[in-house]
């Protein structure tokens, strides 16, 4: 396990950029749920644009302040038609602790969606919560018995799905070829947060 460095920051964008520059190419990144506009801010000093959705107004507000320029803020939830031109596709798709708060069908169909609005050479870089998240909802390695097998939680009033390994892979298992897929130790809150960083490129879907 890792460590992401700065006990008040998250640098984690850091070892993907040039990867994110060559396949975005001249096109947006795509970002699902940019809160405050924090890993927009570093996409945006990198030279890219940035097409970013998120649900919050007051995070919108934040992230408009943050960086004024080379982005394009919506207000809206993702799971709603992304704010793209018809049939508009990308290089990269950046979803940083976002994808986790639906159940396991409308999390499944949203996958499919960021695959349709891939382009073959593109690429998706995601974090999700880990079932060792235990400061955050998580509850720890699944029993050999299945207890808990879909680890869906209410944490603070909210949903929060939590994966292990077998369940990233299965998240991932039609249309993706996994690049990276590894478990890390967030320094960014009050405590620590463990989540899968995982970096993914679709192929032809099974049907």
């Given amino acids: 396990m890792t460590v992401a460095a700065g006990a008040h ?3 984690w964008l850091a070892r993907w950029l040039p990867l994110l520059a060559e396949r975005a190419g001249k096109d ?3 970002e699902l749920g940019c809160a405050a506009g924090r890993d927009t801010a570093t996409l945006v000093d990198a030279g890219l644009h940035v097409v970013a959705i998120e649900l919050s107004p007051d995070a919108v507000a934040q ?3 943050r960086v004024p320029a080379g982005a394009q803020f919506h207000c809206q939830d993702f799971r709603d038609p992304f ?3 018809a049939d508009a596709t990308v290089g990269v798709v950046l979803a940083s602790l976002s994808l986790h708060y639906f159940e396991w069908d409308a999390t499944l169909e949203l996958v499919r969606r ?3 609005v891939l382009r073959p050479n593109g690429v998706l870089l995601c974090r999700l919560n880990s079932v060792n998240d235990l400061h955050y909802g998580g509850r720890g390695p699944l029993s050999v018995t299945g207890r808990d097998e879909d680890c869906f939680y209410l944490f603070d009033g ?3 799905r939590f994966f292990d390994r077998a369940a990233v892979e299965r998240l991932f298992a039609d249309g993706w070829h996994m690049r990276h897929l590894e478990e890390v130790t967030i320094d960014r809150y009050e405590h620590p947060k463990v989540a899968w960083e995982v970096v993914l490129e679709p192929r032809p879907l099974p049907y």
Avoid: M, Y
Wanted: proline share 28%; aromatic share 6%.
């Fill in 63 to 65: 992230a408009r302040v």
């Fill in 114 to 116: 960021i695959h349709r």
């Fill in 83 to 85: 704010p793209l031109p």
């Fill in 28 to 30: 947006p990144v795509l």
């Fill in 9 to 11: 920051g998250d640098p």
């Fill in 158 to 160: 909210f949903p929060k």
